[in-house]
């Protein structure tokens, strides 16, 4: 795919893309040749979809952070079982660091009684979240996102760590096969948000003139450099075989 259709795709689509990181959308399309070919996204169905999900997930630039500055009566909405009455919620009502540790730890990788559920807030091109979903980017990578998880919303790695977790939530079966459905389930766990998914979908496919067929399954890892394999013709095999039956008559 051509560095200059995505970053055209990526103007058009994403009117605001730089408002909360400036330059993101010309970082975006410089990294967007290394990050596709590194991670095998070869076919514009598949950059379709990963873009779709992107697009959803950070509000096309606008929502790189996740906003946990909740009233009581929207927690009670979110969390039910966490916050049942007004009282429950109110002690962390616009309280946005307090509601994350209260949410998130104990769980994801966030170790209880610590900070780990502010720090490991739901960042990034799809919102990773918690310190289990960060270190799993970070081993894919190489970017210390333990030690530094604002690396993430860095415009030079903002797409690059979208894709590693697009496909270490297991999404890209889903997206070779065109499957949004399978896609969405397996980055957010469930179908919120299918609708405008599916129309950010129909928007990237016509972007990139998309092609129905997708590319054949590539691994998970980045690729490491080989000397290619030496294979005999299987020509050279059968002209060696009759050379043999002769010399032995």
């Not at 990773?128 to 980017?137: A, D, F, H, K, L």
């Not at 499957?179 to 948000?193: A, C």
């Not at 092609?211 to 095999?237: E, H, N, R, W």
């Amino acid at each position: 795919m051509m560095q200059s259709s995505f970053g055209e795709a990526l103007l058009r689509l994403w009117p605001q893309g730089d408002v909360k990181i400036p330059g993101l959308r010309a970082a975006m399309s410089a990294s967007a040749p290394d990050v596709f070919a590194t991670y095998g996204l070869d076919a514009p169905l598949v950059v379709a979809h990963v873009m779709a999900q992107i697009s959803h997930e950070c509000g096309a630039g606008r929502e790189v952070v996740e906003n946990l500055n909740y009233t009581a009566t929207r927690m009670m909405q979110v969390w039910p079982a966490r916050f049942p009455t007004p009282a429950s919620a109110q002690p962390y009502a616009g309280n946005p660091r307090a509601l994350a540790n209260k949410v998130y730890n104990g769980r994801m990788g966030n170790a209880v009684g610590s900070d780990d559920g502010w720090r490991f807030r739901g960042r990034g091109a799809v919102q990773t979240t918690g310190r289990e979903g960060y270190r799993r980017v970070a081993a894919l990578t190489g970017l210390d996102l333990i030690g530094n998880p604002d690396l993430i919303n860095e415009p030079q790695h903002f797409l690059e760590c979208g894709v590693a977790d697009f496909i270490l939530c297991g999404c890209l079966p889903f997206a070779k096969a065109d499957d949004i459905v399978g896609v969405t389930k397996r980055l957010n766990g469930g179908t919120i948000g299918l609708a405008a998914r599916q129309q950010w979908l129909a928007q990237w496919k016509a972007a990139l003139r998309d092609l129905p067929k997708a590319v054949p399954d590539t691994p998970v890892t980045k690729p490491v450099a080989q000397a290619p394999a030496v294979l005999p013709s299987i020509f050279s095999k059968i002209i060696a075989a009759i050379v043999a039956v002769y010399r032995r008559t």
